[in-house]
């Protein structure tokens, strides 16, 4: 929806909007309000405040909320579906396992890591940590040490791509709000993501196993590794992950080969190749092949179905969260508080990608989420990024890791990821400060210089 004119100036409009992002940390972290909640609350009360015509007000709260989950809840969906199938059948175990004999016992650290990040693409942070850890715990006992030289790389790898990568909801809710080509952010967030998980995770992890003797918890998986009768190939899980990788570099290729002239845009095949390689066609390939290949002769059709409707459940939170801050998005660009921002923003010379680090840190910090603190970031910093001039689709796109970075730092207290981690291990709050916090703020830091310098270059 188009902007209304504003109703007050800049000075008032930032105002609102400060008390607006004041009056949503009140409401999650002392009332301890569902995110959803306040964030619908906050936008009807932004919009009102600011003056939007009541006539307006639904159709703008509805269409910001609409616009979002429609590449929100399409590719969440599809991507945990992938996720929950390659758990179930064992797949997991399949890709940690013979990454490990590849490398070698001396190398497992390495080999657990690289196997989260594959397995990270589709799956979320939470339920990804609770089906490796098994894995991890095992080769742990088998290799000796302590476990934070085993679960460190695979905690940050599973981190990384939660905040790096789409289908997950947080990235893919900033590059609809920030206008930033889908294909592309994965393209970019996978490229950058890599890297990132060696510097701040593995590498980390080497100096906190070697400073903390963690010993491998013995109450969690005390049956070991689970067992599966017919897990499926190495060469089946390798290729259902890069599947949707090969297909939306396809279309990102064929793009580029179109405006360079290289290929003709009107010819069908070429056409053809730009379809499927969509984010959500190629999702959607992905997981009927995933539905095909992995389950056939293990699981019945009606186990299937139940599986995957049961992927679904666990993430409708999420995606009506990142759908709320969608909605919170329309309410600023409508009422002028965007422009207000984008005025502000330029007037102190700070870069938009730097700004949008900066907000989302702030956010992350105050009140934990980091998927409320992604899309709340997004939405705030969109208007400044559309109206900032010269920006190229890898730019829009190294914003979006930057705001994810943002959100990803200073992981404490009011995270959840911070209890889930802390717990896993047995680590008291102190020691868990000192090395899950630290690296998820290490993560953060390298990702957004390795954007910043990215952008420099583009």
Request: glycine share 10%.
């Amino acid at each position: 929806m188009e902007a209304i004119e504003p109703a007050y100036g800049t000075v008032p409009l930032l105002l609102i909007a400060l008390g607006a992002v004041g009056v949503l940390l009140f409401l999650i972290m002392k009332l301890r309000m569902h995110a959803f909640v306040a964030l619908v609350l906050v936008s009807l009360l932004t919009a009102l405040a600011t003056r939007i015509p009541l006539v307006d007000v639904m159709p703008t709260l509805l269409g910001g909320f609409g616009s979002t989950l429609a590449s929100v809840a399409l590719l969440v969906g599809l991507g945990v579906m992938i996720g929950r199938m390659l758990e179930v059948t064992g797949g997991a175990a399949v890709l940690a396992n013979t990454l490990i004999s590849t490398f070698g016992e001396k190398r497992a650290p390495m080999a657990l890591g690289v196997a989260c990040l594959l397995f990270g693409f589709p799956i979320f942070f939470d339920a990804g940590l609770v089906v490796m850890l098994p894995i991890v715990f095992s080769v742990a006992r088998r290799v000796g040490g302590s476990v934070l030289l085993y679960a460190l790389p695979a905690a940050g790898a599973f981190a990384v791509m939660h905040a790096f990568v789409p289908p997950h909801p947080g990235p893919v809710a900033a590059a609809d709000l920030i206008g930033a080509d889908m294909g592309l952010t994965l393209l970019v967030g996978t490229l950058l993501g890599i890297p990132t998980w060696y510097i701040a995770s593995y590498l980390f992890s080497r100096y906190a196993g070697k400073r903390w003797e963690i010993p491998v918890p013995e109450d969690f998986t005390a049956d070991g590794e689970l067992a599966y009768e017919n897990p499926p190939r190495f060469a089946s899980v390798v290729g259902i992950l890069v599947l949707p990788l090969i297909l939306i570099f396809a279309n990102t290729g064929t793009n580029t080969l179109v405006t360079s002239g290289a290929l003709d845009g009107d010819n069908p095949v070429v056409q053809a190749l730009l379809l499927i390689g969509q984010t959500p066609v190629a999702l959607l390939i992905t997981a009927l092949v995933s539905m095909f290949v992995l389950t056939w002769g293990r699981l019945s059709r009606d186990r299937v179905e139940e599986l995957a409707n049961g992927a679904l459940g666990p993430v409708c939170s999420i995606i009506l969260i990142t759908g709320a801050g969608g909605m919170f998005g329309g309410v600023l660009r409508a009422s002028g508080i965007g422009d207000a921002l984008s005025s502000s923003l330029e007037a102190t010379g700070l870069p938009v990608i730097v700004a949008a680090f900066v907000i989302a840190t702030c956010l992350r910090v105050a009140q934990g989420s980091a998927t409320v603190a992604l899309t709340t970031a997004a939405a705030l910093i969109a208007p400044a990024v559309a109206e900032t001039s010269g920006l190229s689709s890898v730019d829009l796109a190294l914003i979006v890791i930057a705001i994810a970075c943002g959100s990803t730092v200073l992981s404490h207290v009011n995270d959840s990821g911070f209890w889930l981690v802390g717990r896993f291990l047995n680590m008291d709050v102190k020691t868990t400060l000192k090395t899950w916090t630290v690296m998820e703020t290490l993560i953060g830091v390298v990702g957004f210089t390795f954007a910043l310098l990215l952008s420099l270059v583009f």
